[in-house]
């Protein structure tokens, strides 16, 4: 079975700088992908990022980008020029590539923007 | 596309009763899941179909629960009886290609069971 572990249940950054969140995986498929999710205080799940596991390219979206580590299973999330809209909880999830649907998610990370 | 549209955003209901939550996927998406957010589990799937066939429902938690897609443009997740433990936000996702994509998700149901 996959695991996805996130070990910061809470970070905090100043506004403007840049901050990394963790996520690792426990895995024994070859063919996958990630993701990483934002929830705001709105509820709304909306997708951040997400990574093939058969590229080794980091994926980057404007001001978030991962670092993933293939080989560790590490796939965390950096925010660059943080923003207040940035607060949220973050989700790293897993998913079985084929025709495997479905997402793990790690337990989330809660991340407060300081002005 | 309005998006994956979720009724109702709020339920309170007391022990015992039949609870219905409903889903609208995005148009065109063939994937349709439900997921069930609580504090102590966190996200966890219950049920996922694909071209309106269940595919994978080993996350629906007991006989009391059960989920279903009459065609692709809806589906509900009901919970007969309910109990206080199922109080949780139920969400509901839908996709075209969730390797590519992953899943978009609705703005999900807060269920309150008194």
């Known amino acids: 079975a996959q695991t996805v572990t996130q070990s910061q249940p809470e970070m905090s950054v100043q506004e403007a700088e840049t901050v990394t969140l963790s996520c690792t995986y426990d895995?024994?498929?070859?063919?996958?992908?990630l993701f990483w999710y934002k929830q705001p205080p709105s509820r709304q799940m909306i997708l951040v990022i997400r990574q093939e596991a058969y590229k080794q390219q980091n994926a980057t979206e404007n001001r978030f980008s991962v670092n993933f580590q293939k080989a560790a299973k590490s796939f965390s999330l950096k925010i660059s020029d943080s923003q207040l809209g940035d607060t949220a909880m973050y989700f790293c999830?897993?998913?079985?590539?084929?025709?495997?649907?479905?997402?793990?998610f790690g337990k989330g990370t809660k991340l407060s923007v300081k002005p | 596309d309005a998006g994956v549209i979720q009724s109702p955003r709020h339920e309170v209901t007391e022990m015992g009763q039949e609870v219905t939550l409903r889903c609208k996927p995005i148009?065109?998406?063939?994937?349709l899941f439900w997921y069930r957010q609580t504090m102590m589990r966190g996200l966890e799937l219950l049920i996922y179909?694909?071209?309106?066939?269940?595919?994978?429902d080993s996350g629906m938690p007991e006989d009391r629960f059960s989920a279903k897609m009459p065609n692709a443009s809806f589906s509900t997740l009901k919970i007969q009886p309910s109990e206080p433990r199922d109080s949780a936000v139920y969400f509901c996702a839908s996709s075209e290609q969730p390797g590519r994509q992953g899943a978009f998700f609705g703005q999900g149901t807060r269920l309150t069971v008194v």
């Open positions: 999830a897993f998913m079985k590539g084929g025709s495997q649907g479905n997402l793990i």
């Open positions: 895995t024994s498929e070859s063919n996958y992908y």
């Open positions: 148009s065109g998406h063939d994937y």
């Open positions: 179909f694909n071209n309106n066939v269940p595919i994978d």
